[in-house]
């Protein structure tokens, strides 16, 4: 039976309750950029382009649930993908009213501290009705957060990551 995900963190000792949320505030190669490129660029809670010597990258913030098992709310992780101009131009312009019919391909860009690399891995942005944010479902291959995506994570390997997130 599915249920709610808290556990005794033997890092604090505190009960921490509800599915674990992380976010990361900007895509990696932005916070990469000197202050100058940062400042010329943009970045809000949803966001992000700038333009270095090889042009412009656009970016936009997005939700990777990874199923727990036996657990109803996913663990969630806030993160950013790189879309073409033309699918991140068609984002914004459906923003307010999204079309949930389609799919961009977005480049995965932020290093997730509990991962090997996982710069770059190869995801389908979905976009979401009403103010949710888009989720993206990672290509299937051996990476190990692609295996976790598609074949959900026990209470107790949550409960690890969780931990070595919020106490690193
Ligand atoms: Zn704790």
């Not at 090889?54 to 993160?79: A, K």
Request: proline share 5%; net charge negative; glycine share 6%.
């Amino acid at each position: 039976m599915a249920g709610i995900f808290s556990f005794k963190c033997s890092s604090c000792d505190e009960i921490h309750e509800g599915s674990p949320s992380f976010a990361c505030r900007a895509p990696d190669p932005y916070l990469e950029q000197s202050k100058e490129t940062q400042e010329a660029g943009r970045l809000t809670d949803d966001l992000c382009w700038y333009e270095d010597e090889d042009g412009m990258h656009y970016f936009i913030r997005v939700c990777l649930e990874i199923p727990i098992l036996g657990v109803t709310e996913p663990f969630i992780w806030g993160v950013w993908v790189s879309l073409s101009k033309a699918n991140y131009d068609r984002y914004v312009e459906t923003y307010d009213s999204p079309d949930t019919t389609v799919q961009y391909f977005g480049w995965f860009c932020n290093y997730l501290g509990y991962y090997k690399n996982t710069y770059a891995l190869k995801t389908q942005v979905h976009p979401r009705a009403e103010n949710n944010r888009p989720f993206i479902e990672l290509e299937e291959t051996d990476h190990p957060l692609s295996i976790d995506f598609h074949h959900g994570i026990s209470i107790q390997r949550a409960q690890e990551i969780a931990e070595k997130i919020m106490h690193r």
